[in-house]
């Protein structure tokens, strides 16, 4: 159940109207690295986590809920730094007060400025012609080249170790495009704004990075553990000079005390393994472990989520929910 509160998370302010900006900041309005991308991103994970891990699910929709208000925080900024446009557009019918009206606001080029002044004006705010003829002043759905957002952006694959690991990388990205934005605008107070924001990104980082590490074991991602002679093996597949380092010698980051296979000739090595079905000095199924790790993490994650999902009847919450368990769960 949600509830909506009148006042922001943080107090959006601007020092005058800048539509220009208003366009660029649309990139976190509706693209693919913005506040709605994540919003929705981790309430759509949320919901298989809802039972067999009650405490990730709570954590996924808070943070789902706080970008919501950052949305909100974001379009109120838009729409500030449109300032009086909606109504200058709606005085289309008595042009010399839209031009001194447009003048005022900066959309001077654009009302008087003729083909040329309306080219120059989309060109510098970076924008497509439909952000203010058709919006008529209001922040549109889309990214800030007019691109409509799509469900496409977002990320859910149903296992935590794949999705907390998403969600790192969507918090990076959103947190420098707000880095980038903060270039574009000498408005102090649309910084403290974008600041705040960028900040929660960090925030939402170490949240999920947390998170991440109660899963035990979380690497690599999902249950099977793969085979250790390509697993571990770097294969060097450029000319001339290169380099080394901890991602292709010595022990690698795997619990088994392995080592990284450095193929320095890779085509003179598939050719001579027949094309790797016959690598020499490692066998041609996983070691044992490997394959008692798979079958464990296997029935683990199986008994975790059956043990929680009932065959019959079901019910999500309680009334009131005192904890964070489904009424279900706590009751078998």
Do not use: C
């Given at each position: 159940?949600?509830?909506?509160?009148?006042?922001?998370?943080?107090?959006?302010?601007?020092?005058q109207?800048?539509?220009?900006?208003?366009?660029?900041?649309?990139?976190?309005?509706?693209?693919?690295?913005?506040?709605?991308?994540?919003?929705?991103?981790?309430?759509?994970?949320?919901?298989?986590?809802?039972?067999?891990?009650?405490?990730?699910?709570?954590?996924?929709?808070?943070?789902?809920?706080?970008?919501?208000?950052?949305?909100?925080?974001?379009?109120?900024?838009?729409?500030?730094?449109?300032?009086?446009?909606?109504?200058?557009?709606?005085?289309?019918?008595?042009?010399?007060?839209?031009?001194?009206?447009?003048?005022?606001?900066?959309?001077a080029?654009?009302?008087?400025g003729?083909?040329?002044?309306?080219?120059?004006?989309?060109?510098?705010?970076?924008?497509?012609?439909?952000?203010?003829?058709?919006?008529?002043?209001?922040?549109?759905?889309?990214?800030?080249?007019?691109?409509?957002?799509?469900?496409?952006?977002?990320?859910?694959?149903?296992?935590?170790?794949?999705?907390?690991?998403?969600?790192?990388?969507?918090?990076?990205?959103?947190?420098?495009?707000?880095?980038?934005?903060?270039?574009?605008?000498?408005?102090?107070?649309?910084?403290?704004?974008?600041?705040?924001?960028?900040?929660?990104?960090?925030a939402?980082?170490?949240?999920?990075?947390?998170?991440?590490?109660?899963?035990?074991?979380?690497?690599?991602?999902?249950?099977?553990?793969?085979?250790?002679?390509?697993?571990?093996?770097?294969?060097?597949?450029?000319?001339?000079?290169?380099?080394?380092?901890?991602?292709?010698?010595?022990?690698?980051?795997?619990?088994?005390?392995?080592?990284?296979?450095y193929?320095?000739?890779?085509?003179?090595?598939?050719?001579?393994?027949?094309g790797l079905?016959?690598?020499?000095g490692?066998?041609?199924?996983?070691?044992?472990?490997?394959e008692?790790?798979?079958?464990?993490?296997?029935?683990?994650?199986?008994?975790?989520?059956?043990?929680?999902?009932?065959?019959?009847?079901?019910?999500?919450?309680?009334?009131?929910?005192?904890t964070?368990?489904?009424?279900?769960?706590?009751?078998?």
């Amino acid at each position: 159940m949600f509830h909506h509160v009148k006042e922001l998370q943080f107090n959006a302010r601007v020092t005058q109207p800048d539509p220009k900006f208003a366009a660029l900041l649309l990139e976190q309005f509706g693209g693919g690295n913005g506040e709605l991308k994540a919003a929705m991103q981790y309430f759509i994970q949320a919901f298989s986590a809802r039972q067999p891990y009650p405490d990730k699910y709570d954590l996924l929709m808070n943070i789902a809920v706080e970008e919501f208000s950052h949305l909100e925080i974001v379009g109120a900024t838009i729409q500030m730094l449109l300032g009086p446009i909606n109504g200058e557009l709606k005085d289309a019918a008595r042009t010399k007060q839209l031009e001194k009206a447009a003048s005022e606001s900066g959309l001077a080029k654009l009302v008087t400025g003729g083909r040329a002044g309306k080219e120059e004006f989309i060109h510098d705010a970076l924008t497509n012609p439909q952000f203010l003829v058709v919006s008529q002043g209001g922040p549109t759905l889309t990214n800030s080249a007019g691109v409509p957002w799509t469900g496409a952006y977002v990320n859910a694959n149903g296992d935590l170790t794949v999705d907390l690991r998403s969600d790192i990388g969507a918090e990076a990205r959103a947190k420098i495009v707000y880095e980038s934005l903060m270039q574009f605008t000498d408005d102090p107070l649309v910084k403290e704004s974008l600041g705040f924001l960028m900040t929660r990104e960090i925030a939402h980082m170490q949240m999920f990075a947390a998170a991440l590490e109660t899963i035990v074991p979380n690497f690599p991602p999902g249950i099977l553990q793969g085979d250790p002679q390509f697993a571990h093996a770097f294969f060097n597949l450029s000319d001339s000079v290169s380099a080394r380092g901890p991602w292709n010698q010595g022990k690698g980051p795997w619990q088994d005390g392995g080592e990284w296979t450095y193929v320095d000739n890779p085509i003179d090595y598939v050719r001579r393994t027949n094309g790797l079905t016959n690598v020499p000095g490692e066998a041609k199924r996983p070691p044992k472990n490997v394959e008692d790790t798979d079958k464990r993490l296997s029935e683990q994650r199986s008994q975790e989520v059956s043990r929680a999902v009932p065959q019959g009847e079901n019910q999500w919450s309680a009334y009131p929910q005192r904890t964070l368990e489904s009424p279900i769960k706590k009751a078998s």
